[in-house]
């Protein structure tokens, strides 16, 4: 008996690795291997990102002396958490504290950024760049920028992720969104993937990014190595068109001048200095966003690569500038179609929500989200009362996320107290 459980122990074991996604090893990304697998597929893409690389390029050329933007530039996110069961079905604070890390991520303002003094701190670029969770649907209606559905598909085929007629969901309007899939990934070894500028046709609904559901946001169900976001601030810089540091050659060209050349990918976290390709004294940027290391170890844009952003969102990019989707086109308080509302908005002392469907349990959970994501307090509503007293919190404006077990919306809210 012993050999027949030997190897039924061993076949647990092999089932179990081939199809566990609960642990990565090392970062991985998947961007530019599907980006050639197209290419094969399709001349025309290769042409098309040789033009968007020409336009860019002239862009920076004009626009040398004053290259970043002097204002905030929203980016409107609309995130689809296609969910197999309770493990892939993420939170909203899950889904929301990605947002957070990538307003901090893009604007250099991450904590972490200060927890080291080397040299190449000195080039750390600020983008200008801002998500937002969208609040209009491509009709116009209001929506929270969430959207969940249960699938049954185990995406061997991550394309299919974002194709409605393969088991998964389409997005919206890539000129107008940025689409972001959340899911269960039974592979191993992935973590990410974005589409390239110039692989789809301007505002396709299957252009965005997937992210691994352990390796979104910064609490919840997280890989203990990827648990600062920085896997979707690493796909949307692909989404932007930054390449890998290392140029996906040995020592090969980012096309970005102010990051040093590297013979390739950096894993873990590396001291430093970390010496290749003649790059004295100081070695490889392994702390950019663009490396392979983990989480805790990168922290930084270039102002060369904020450029290149910068650049792709006044060319390839340039339709989701005047989206105007993170700013309803009626009144804040208003929900669309959803028949319930807020007032008064501003509020002080007390709110009143009406319209609120019948609830499947006696009280519904009120929450409130400061515009960066973060939750700063929260309350229950009895079901069939209508007022609400408003917590003491600083005047601004704030996302009210309603919810029981049947039932979700939000809307914004300004206080004044």
């Avoid at 690795?17 to 530019?32: E, H, I």
């Avoid at 997280?222 to 989404?239: C, M, S, V």
């Avoid at 490396?291 to 990019?317: E, K, P, W």
Wanted: with cysteine.
């Amino acid at each position: 008996m012993k050999i027949p459980f030997t190897l039924f122990l061993l076949t647990f074991i092999f089932l179990s690795a081939s199809y566990s996604v609960d642990s990565v090893a090392v970062r991985t990304c998947s961007s530019v291997t599907a980006l050639q697998e197209k290419m094969a597929l399709d001349p025309e893409i290769a042409a098309r990102r040789a033009s968007l690389d020409m336009a860019a390029q002239k862009w920076l050329e004009d626009n040398s002396s004053q290259r970043l933007s002097n204002s905030v530039i929203t980016i409107p996110c609309v995130i689809f958490n296609l969910y197999h069961d309770s493990l892939d079905s993420l939170s909203y604070e899950q889904l929301t504290s990605q947002i957070a890390a990538l307003n901090k991520d893009f604007s250099n303002s991450n904590a972490d950024r200060l927890s080291s003094s080397h040299p190449y701190f000195s080039s750390m670029g600020n983008t200008t760049l801002q998500f937002c969770l969208a609040e209009r649907d491509p009709d116009g209606q209001a929506t929270s920028g969430i959207i969940r559905q249960k699938v049954t598909n185990t995406f061997a085929n991550k394309d299919h992720i974002k194709y409605s007629k393969d088991g998964g969901l389409d997005g919206w309007p890539s000129d107008k969104y940025l689409n972001i899939w959340v899911t269960k990934v039974n592979d191993a070894t992935f973590l990410g993937q974005a589409d390239f500028p110039g692989i789809y046709a301007e505002g396709s609904v299957h252009d965005g990014l997937i992210v691994q559901y352990n390796a979104f946001g910064t609490v919840g169900t997280l890989d203990g190595t990827f648990n600062k976001g920085r896997t979707a601030t690493h796909e949307i810089g692909h989404w932007l068109n930054l390449n890998h540091i290392w140029g996906d050659e040995y020592c090969g060209d980012d096309k970005v001048s102010d990051t040093p050349v590297q013979e390739k990918e950096n894993y873990g976290c590396p001291a430093f200095p970390h010496i290749t390709c003649s790059n004295t004294p100081n070695g490889d940027m392994f702390m950019n966003f663009m490396d392979y290391v983990d989480d805790a170890c990168m922290v930084m844009f270039t102002q060369g690569q904020a450029n290149r952003m910068l650049a792709t969102l006044n060319n390839s990019r340039s339709g989701i500038l005047s989206s105007g989707k993170c700013s309803g086109t009626t009144s804040i308080g208003q929900n669309g179609s959803s028949g319930w509302r807020i007032y008064p908005n501003p509020a002080q002392n007390y709110l009143y929500i009406e319209g609120l469907p019948v609830a499947g349990h006696p009280y519904f959970t009120v929450d409130f989200y400061t515009a960066m994501g973060q939750q700063v307090h929260t309350l229950q509503l009895r079901a069939g009362e209508n007022m609400l007293e408003m917590p003491a919190l600083p005047n601004g404006t704030y996302v009210l996320h309603i919810h029981d077990g049947n039932f979700s919306g939000t809307h914004k809210v300004s206080i004044t107290q």
